[in-house]
């Protein structure tokens, strides 16, 4: 069979052209071109009633689970047995105080919402036993019914923690005694502010203003100094001034994800990768992605390989007159990176020193709970918003995530803000997160379908100029770095980059998130992380016994990255020349709104 084909239903092959799109994508371009625009626009028009979530895809998670649930008898009897146990045993410590001595249930560790003292005196702290309690039974029930189909089970679990958390106690002035203290202690002021505040932002979502973040490019944050050395339809190539005498001869690229702006690694000067990495004498280059917008609707993955990281490299080589460049990419920009230097390879063309993923996958059969929105279903629902307005903007992208962490996004703000009238700590992390980007209609489309949905790029048959790339023809060394409670990118996924290469790889594992693991200059609190070296030719080590034998070091993993960067930097030589005339960083892309 061809590369990157497979019999559809009528037992046809179905070859993917190089610039084509694939599965899906092939029927929305026919669509484009004048068939079932009732469809896409019916699609559409429910998408906006249900938060971009696809009705069918729910109901057919729905029906697997009630249908199994419903043929497994010794299931049923097991949660009725279950919750009349559960019901007992939260009676009893109501009221026996014999029963005090431990909680029935303790919350997750990142579960905030009943921390507080004041939820420790009775009746407060039964009451959120119970939930608790109901919540752990939901979770039993929805996730361990046999026959269920894994994403369809993950999927059920999901809409019950929402609706549960939806009721928490915490949520209202009634069972909360928190919000209860505070409005005896303002008389009553804290919900009237709240009130207020909650109409304000009412009104500036329906009118669809974004609030302004506290931290602007240029001027607060992205501040490091520097150039725009080249820019053409899709990106703006910065290249930050020197501060040492002398830098490394191999110039390094940094590819951000363009799902947000590419700032995240140039916050405020002390959480400032780009920074740190200039004032260790490297040659730092950065790809500032230009926000789309509807006329570019028809931008391609490979538009964004070939105008992003090709461009990149070729005005790079270029400017410095270095045969090589290091190269490093965060997130979706690893991801791209990594594709770019598996086309390179089977191309020969060995511009590349090294490459560093930071938080990225090429692996997407563990992709983390973004998957719980990535089905057949939920594409073509989601495309058929994205294909009437041309991109996918900033709200529904804002909306899944909120979603995955809905406690801490969600009702905790609404606690914070509407109930107590606490003010926002704003952070330069928190201003970029609030500043996301749109992306067109094809290149999302593209992705959805090629990496989440079949996973072309792990099986080589993702197509590059009409023919596979294989990431196993990669040969330069790779240092990749996971972040252990990474939601977006799992660090078990990031670590599947070992057995899908044949080259010597790096790994580190560092403690945060998918944002806060990586912003992690040295000197911060609570900072460890694990590395270690795999030879091309050494056996391999699942994730969890790397986990398990890697020692752990304290403190921020840049000095190690920065450390194996240098190996592979070469020797010290005078700056390249600065461009006098060329427009200062942070130029205009990243800040488009």
Not at 46 to 74: E, Y
Not at 368 to 375: A, Q, R, T
Not at 395 to 403: E, K, P, T
Not at 505 to 531: C, D, E, K
Request: aromatic content about 8%; charged content about 20%; proline content about 7%.
């Amino acid at each position: 069979m061809a590369p990157d084909s497979r019999p559809d239903a009528a037992g046809s092959d179905r070859r993917i052209e190089g610039s084509a799109w694939q599965g899906g994508i092939h029927r929305h371009a026919r669509v484009a071109g004048g068939k079932h625009h009732t469809d896409l626009i019916l699609w559409a028009w429910l998408g906006r009633m249900t938060g971009h979530l696809s009705p069918a895809a729910l109901g057919m998670a729905w029906f697997d689970w009630a249908s199994h649930l419903m043929l497994s008898p010794d299931k049923q009897q097991e949660l009725v047995s279950d919750a009349m146990l559960g019901w007992q045993r939260w009676w009893n410590y109501v009221t026996d105080p014999a029963h005090h001595t431990s909680d029935p249930v303790r919350p997750l560790a990142q579960d905030k919402r009943f921390s507080d003292p004041a939820w420790n005196a009775w009746p407060w702290h039964q009451l959120s036993q119970g939930f608790l309690m109901t919540q752990q039974w939901w979770h039993r029930a929805t996730s361990t019914v046999r026959g269920v189909a894994p994403h369809h089970a993950d999927v059920v679990t999901f809409v019950a923690r929402q609706l549960l958390d939806g009721v928490a106690p915490s949520n209202f002035v009634s069972t909360n005694p928190v919000v209860q203290q505070a409005t005896l202690a303002s008389g009553g002021m804290n919900l009237l502010r709240g009130s207020m505040r909650a109409l304000r932002d009412a009104n500036d979502a329906l009118a669809g203003r974004v609030r302004p973040v506290g931290y602007r490019p240029g001027r607060e944050v992205a501040v490091t100094p520097g150039k725009v050395v080249m820019a053409n339809r899709l990106v703006e190539l910065l290249r930050y001034d020197p501060v040492t005498p002398t830098v490394h001869a191999t110039p390094l690229l940094i590819v951000p994800a363009w799902i947000m702006k590419y700032y995240i690694l140039d916050l405020s000067p002390q959480n400032s990768l780009v920074r740190y990495l200039v004032e260790h004498g490297h040659t730092v280059y950065m790809v500032s992605w230009k926000n789309p917008q509807a006329e570019d609707r028809d931008l391609t993955m490979d538009d964004y390989r070939q105008l992003g990281i090709m461009s990149a490299i070729d005005a790079i080589v270029a400017q410095t007159g270095a045969h090589q460049v290091n190269a490093a990419g965060y997130c979706l920009g690893g991801t791209l990176l990594a594709i770019a230097a598996a086309a390179m390879a089977r191309d020969h063309d060995h511009r590349l020193a090294s490459m560093s993923l930071l938080a990225a996958q090429v692996d997407f059969t563990e992709p983390g709970e973004l998957s719980l929105f990535i089905d057949d279903s939920q594409v073509s629902f989601l495309e058929a918003a994205i294909w009437q307005q041309g991109y996918l903007d900033t709200r529904q992208m804002a909306g899944a995530f909120q979603l995955l962490r809905s406690n801490d996004l969600v009702w905790s703000r609404r606690l914070r803000h509407y109930l107590l009238d606490l003010p926002d700590q704003e952070t330069d992390l928190m201003s970029w997160n609030a500043d996301a980007t749109r992306m067109p209609y094809r290149m999302h489309a593209e992705y959805l379908h090629r990496l989440f949905l079949r996973n072309s790029l792990a099986s080589a048959r993702y197509l590059v100029g009409g023919r596979p790339v294989s990431l196993s023809d990669i040969d330069v060394p790779v240092c990749a770095v996971g972040t252990l409670t990474d939601h977006v990118a799992p660090w078990r996924s990031v670590y599947k980059i070992i057995p899908l290469t044949d080259t010597e790889i790096t790994f580190i594992l560092t403690n945060g998130g998918h944002n806060a693991g990586v912003v992690s200059p040295p000197g911060s609190m609570r900072r460890s992380y694990q590395i270690a070296v795999h030879g091309h030719d050494s056996p391999y080590v699942d994730p969890d016994s790397w986990q398990a034998r890697v020692p752990q070091v304290e403190g921020s993993w840049w000095p190690a990255w920065e450390d194996w960067l240098v190996r592979h930097a070469g020797a010290q030589v005078a700056p390249p020349p600065l461009l006098g005339n060329a427009p200062a960083a942070p130029g205009n892309y990243v800040l488009q709104a």
